[in-house]
């Protein structure tokens, strides 16, 4: 499975973002997709992700009315809506395939992260 994100920036505060992860390879709807994100100096974070079929999605607490992720299965693409950006959304977000959603142990693979800067 291949992963490519893709529309990080730089926004002020309050904007909008929105980011794509276009999957690819023989097995990637098999997969739950997901985002992470890392901010400077901190771990690793869940923050939404998205199933191939059905309309399930989930969202961390801090995001959820704020951001929305959803698909386009025509395209192999998931998207993250971001609205209403905050400074402390600033990090390097990842587009993930995993197993089931919300920790990164369940993740089988990685794109290259794509960074999001939010001036206050």
């Known amino acids: 499975v291949q992963l490519q994100a893709s529309g990080g920036g730089l926004v002020q505060a309050g904007g909008s973002l929105k980011l794509s992860c276009a999957a690819s390879?023989?097995?990637?709807?098999?997969?739950?997709m997901g985002w992470f994100r890392q901010a400077p100096g901190k771990e690793r974070e869940f923050v939404a992700a998205i199933r191939w079929s059905g309309p399930a999605t989930y969202l961390t607490d801090s995001v959820q009315g704020r951001f929305t992720i959803s698909r386009d299965n025509a395209k192999n693409t998931v998207y993250l809506q971001m609205n209403v950006l905050k400074a402390e959304d600033t990090a390097v977000y990842y587009c993930?395939?995993?197993?089931?959603?919300?920790?990164?142990?369940?993740?089988?693979?990685w794109g290259k992260g794509t960074l999001v800067t939010v001036s206050s």
């Open positions: 993930a395939a995993a197993r089931a959603p919300w920790s990164e142990r369940f993740v089988h693979y």
């Open positions: 390879g023989p097995t990637f709807s098999n997969y739950v």
